[in-house]
């Protein structure tokens, strides 16, 4: 992943997200944020399936507490 950076490794595109692509919107917009957010910055297959697995569990928790 290396959507960070552009043109070579100095530039950095400034961060940007559309919340839950592909997603219904809900009570979970942050966990979409916050998946987006590791994406941009990039990281090894690990790091990429620790978003992935904290992105399941924080919407899930999160729409959880939006219908009990």
Request: glycine share 10%; aromatic share 10%.
């Amino acid at each position: 992943l290396s959507a960070c950076a552009t043109g070579g490794p100095r530039t950095i595109r400034p961060f940007t997200t559309d919340g839950c692509t592909l997603f219904r919107e809900g009570n979970w917009h942050e966990c979409c944020v916050a998946h987006d957010r590791d994406y941009w910055c990039g990281g090894n297959a690990d790091q990429r399936r620790a978003s992935i697995s904290g992105f399941a569990s924080a919407s899930l928790d999160a729409a959880t507490l939006a219908w009990p």
